[in-house]
Nanobody, 124 residues
Framework: QLQLVESGGGLVQPGGSLRLSCAASGFTLYYYVIGWFRQAPGKEREGVSCISNSGGSTNYADSVKGRFTISRDNAKNTVYLQMNSLKPEDTAVYYC?????????????????WGKGTLVTVSS
């Protein structure tokens, strides 16, 4: 069974850090581009970051550039999102998603598999 499971969310103070993990099972992650998305209450789901199959190409939403870093370990079938200098506006449910594709594009409506999400709350 193909599955993505996010972990690492929680409550953190402004300026703090969290590292999210996305563990894949039932398929070989190498054949998939992986994206992180987030959805805040009352807002649409938006793309945060995307990483190519080999990890050599990454891209970020302007709102997180310089603060978030995406990486992947294909041997462990896991993708990470390191989040630093967190702000209250980063509060959201964070989802990882996989697209069977060779490249570095992660269109929200074009992803093949989604995890169930992990909640990140940034508050003092």
């Amino acid at each position: 069974q193909l599955q993505l499971v996010e972990s690492g969310g929680g409550l953190v103070q402004p300026g703090g850090s969290l590292r999210l993990s996305c563990a894949a099972s039932g398929f070989t992650l190498y054949y998939y581009v992986i994206g992180w998305f987030r959805q805040a209450p009352g807002k649409e789901r938006e793309g945060v970051s995307c990483i190519s199959n080999s990890g050599g190409s990454t891209n970020y939403a302007d709102s997180v550039k310089g603060r978030f870093t995406i990486s992947r370990d294909n041997a462990k079938n896991t993708v990470y999102l390191q989040m630093n200098s967190l702000k209250p506006e980063d509060t959201a449910v964070y989802y990882c998603a996989a697209r069977r594709y060779w490249g570095s594009k992660c269109p929200r409506d074009g992803m093949d598999y989604w995890g169930k999400g992990t909640l990140v709350t940034v508050s003092s």
